[in-house]
T-cell receptor, first 113, second 117 residues
Framework: DAKTTQPTSMDCAEGRAANLPCNHSTISGNEYVYWYRQIHSQGPQYIIHGLKNNETNEMASLIITEDRKSSTLILPHATLRDTAVYYCIVRVGSGGSNYKLTFGKGTLLTVNP | DGGITQSPKYLFRKEGQNVTLSCEQNLNHDAMYWYRQDPGQGLRLIYYSQIVNDFQKGDIAEGYSVSREKKESFPLTVTSAQKNPTAFYLC????????????????FGPGTRLTVL
């Protein structure tokens, strides 16, 4: 699976959009981009995933660049409860080692009042 | 409510003792996983099971053992052979047949924090 690079930490004001970047310059054509988050002392929670096109769900939006070498997770209106570590993961979507999620250190997002 | 439960939330054991961590899911998922997380670090895969009566070693299986006798249960035993057992242990499950069939989103339990005294 391709390696990802994320900033160690970010701050965001409550009510504003939080934009979390992720670089995955070695991503292969059959690899998806996934985002999970982990609130302190809890299990990770799936947020969103995508292959090429931008994706949106009730939690967030995922913007993937045309060359697929980077992506941005957008929380449109951050709340204090969005304070968490956000993990960007790149992996093959099917077959082979599709069981495995490789978590890096992620980005600690702190939403401030 | 459907979900994954792990018990206990906090566990203490003396050095040299084996201890078993419980993981139960009622999501009817075929696949289950155990991860370990150390402070300030990401998750590392210990063992996984894609179907009942079958399991595979992950990246850091040494000092751990598992069983998968029932679809809904995947207990993890931390043996005395595990040199640094103090950590946060997370169990997850997934259904490979979900959504597009390409990706099996993993649902995580609340975790068990094990401390060896």
């Amino acid at each position: 699976d391709a390696k990802t690079t994320q900033p160690t930490s970010m701050d965001c004001a409550e009510g504003r959009a939080a934009n979390l970047p992720c670089n995955h310059s070695t991503i292969s054509g059959n690899e998806y981009v996934y985002w999970y988050r982990q609130i302190h002392s809890q299990g990770p929670q799936y947020i969103i995933h995508g292959l090429k096109n931008n994706e949106t769900n009730e939690m967030a939006s995922l913007i993937i660049t045309e060359d697929r070498k980077s992506s941005t997770l957008i929380l449109p209106h951050a709340t204090l409860r969005d304070t968490a570590v956000y993990y960007c993961i790149v992996r093959v979507g099917s077959g082979g080692s599709n069981y495995k999620l490789t978590f890096g250190k992620g980005t600690l997002l702190t939403v401030n009042p | 409510d459907g979900g994954i439960t792990q018990s206990p939330k906090y566990l203490f054991r003396k050095e040299g003792q084996n201890v078993t961590l419980s993981c139960e899911q009622n999501l009817n998922h075929d696949a289950m996983y155990w991860y370990r997380q150390d402070p300030g670090q990401g998750l590392r895969l210990i063992y996984y099971s894609q179907i009942v009566n079958d399991f595979q070693k992950g990246d850091i299986a040494e000092g751990y053992s598992v069983s998968r006798e029932k679809k809904e249960s995947f207990p993890l035993t931390v043996t005395s052979a595990q040199k640094n057992p103090t950590a946060f242990y997370l169990c997850a499950s997934s259904d490979p047949r979900q959504s597009t069939g390409l990706y099996n989103e993993q649902f995580f339990g609340p975790g068990t924090r094990l401390t060896v005294l």
